[in-house]
């Protein structure tokens, strides 16, 4: 199909936007854990940026959006990005078929990373590559196919935007399943009140920044062209993220007694995530809507998971898992008018994407069917994969304390941190969940 050098400009735009999301997580979980094991923790990040664009090339592209081959892409379709170009688009596009498999690699970046707030100072670095190479073929590919590659699930009529379900609910479900295997933290006595603190306020602000501005390329990005649905996505994200980040602070405030950054950012990130699989299909006050459930929902989730005694330690699930889960079930509800799904160019000009999703109780349960058997395929999946591993090359470090130290042989202070730490009859109070 044809080219068209706008929407192709507007995409290279998003492609490094979404690019840059990466290490703005590998600042916010940077800063959310311990000082002894910020190196590690963004290293988890910037890592996948080099081993899941690697498998994207060789096999992923072509494992979710190549012919269906069963219940996965044909891998030898795309490998290698074999049969793409710069001058011809793949069928219903409008940008070269390459600049959509770049696009799409940015996601597959990001997708794995988003675990690692989960299991923060558990997970060795060699065991998580290779963890991140297999998760991809094995989790990320199959749901990006039966969702975005013409797979049997959007045969059926299960939509998402920009990844409620490929992203949000597989990465925050597989997050869960990944505490069944490592465990708890180990934590000496005399860091029990410490331990949960985030040690840089200033990185999560900046990787919250970072990961905001951003995701107007993972959202916007999305429609895959210039036009009316990417004007929708944009703006539905930052109402999402804006709501769902004043009233995370609000709950803060009461429930803590004062306003905290850290909650703040967090709540901006749960309205984005919740926002995401539904951003260009829902009018703005949908919008709203989703970022006032995001702040109470997972806000309740990462809460409950404190008390059932989970140690997710930056709540991914709670926030990324169940926000993307609930955005994902009340597109059903969300969604435009019945009107609104006619041919684009009788439907009325309020519609924001056309042709597409439509609101009924048929599309609600549909998408209540799909996330919930994404979150249980992730959850078991996850498990295999990482007790697999754990049989061969152990999974948690052998050496306590400095993990940045034993894992890596580097230190991100030269001075510790705790030497400028206010003393503890000083310390704030802890302010809420955080996450990812």
């Not at 793949?90 to 770049?102: D, E, V």
């Not at 949960?196 to 602000?205: I, S």
């Not at 895959?224 to 999402?240: H, P």
């Not at 994902?328 to 435009?336: E, F, H, K, N, Q």
Request: with cysteine.
């Amino acid at each position: 199909m044809a080219v068209d050098l706008v929407s192709t400009g507007f995409m290279m735009v998003c492609m490094a936007l979404v690019q840059l999301m990466t290490p703005g997580l590998a600042f916010f979980y940077g800063g959310l854990v311990k000082d002894t094991s910020v190196l590690t923790m963004m290293m988890q990040s910037f890592v996948s940026m080099g081993v899941a664009s690697i498998v994207w090339f060789l096999v992923g592209f072509s494992l979710c959006f190549g012919e269906s081959v069963y219940f996965i892409g044909n891998p030898w379709t795309y490998m290698g990005f074999h049969n793409l170009n710069v001058q011809e688009a793949l069928p219903n596009q409008s940008i070269p078929g390459l600049l959509f498999a770049g696009y799409q690699g940015m996601f597959a970046v990001i997708t794995p990373a988003l675990m690692t707030g989960a299991f923060a100072d558990r997970f060795r670095f060699k065991p998580y590559i290779i963890f991140l190479a297999v998760w991809l073929v094995l989790v990320y590919a199959p749901w990006c196919h039966w969702v975005w590659g013409g797979g049997w699930l959007a045969q059926w009529g299960v939509w998402d935007f920009a990844g409620g379900i490929v992203v949000h609910v597989t990465a925050g479900f597989s997050a869960l399943a990944s505490l069944i295997v490592v465990g708890k933290r180990q934590v000496a006595e005399d860091e029990l009140e410490d331990h949960d603190r985030p040690h840089n306020v200033p990185f999560v602000a900046l990787g919250t920044a970072l990961l905001w501005f951003g995701w107007f390329g993972f959202n916007a990005g999305s429609a895959l062209a210039t036009g009316g649905t990417a004007v929708a996505a944009a703006v539905n994200s930052e109402i999402a993220a804006s709501v769902a980040l004043f009233l995370w602070l609000v709950i803060d405030w009461i429930k803590q007694g004062r306003p905290g950054l850290v909650g703040l950012c967090v709540g901006a990130i749960a309205g984005l995530a919740t926002v995401t699989p539904a951003a260009g299909f829902i009018q703005p006050w949908g919008a709203f809507v989703l970022g006032c459930v995001a702040a109470v929902l997972c806000y309740g989730c990462c809460e409950l998971r404190r008390k059932l005694g989970f140690d997710d330690a930056l709540d991914v699930w709670g926030v990324h898992g169940m926000g993307g889960f609930i955005g994902t079930v009340l597109l059903g509800v969300l969604a435009d008018p019945e009107e609104c799904g006619s041919d684009p160019a009788t439907a009325p000009n309020y519609c924001v994407n056309p042709g597409t999703v439509t609101a009924s109780w048929e599309q609600l349960g549909k998408q209540l069917a799909a996330a919930g058997l994404a979150a249980v395929y992730s959850v078991v999946a996850t498990w295999v994969i990482l007790k697999a591993i754990n049989f061969c090359i152990p999974l948690k470090p052998y050496h306590d304390g400095n993990l940045d130290l034993g894992e890596h042989g580097e230190t991100a202070y030269h001075s510790p941190v705790r030497a400028y730490t206010a003393p503890k009859k000083h310390s704030p109070e802890k302010v809420g969940p955080s996450m990812v």
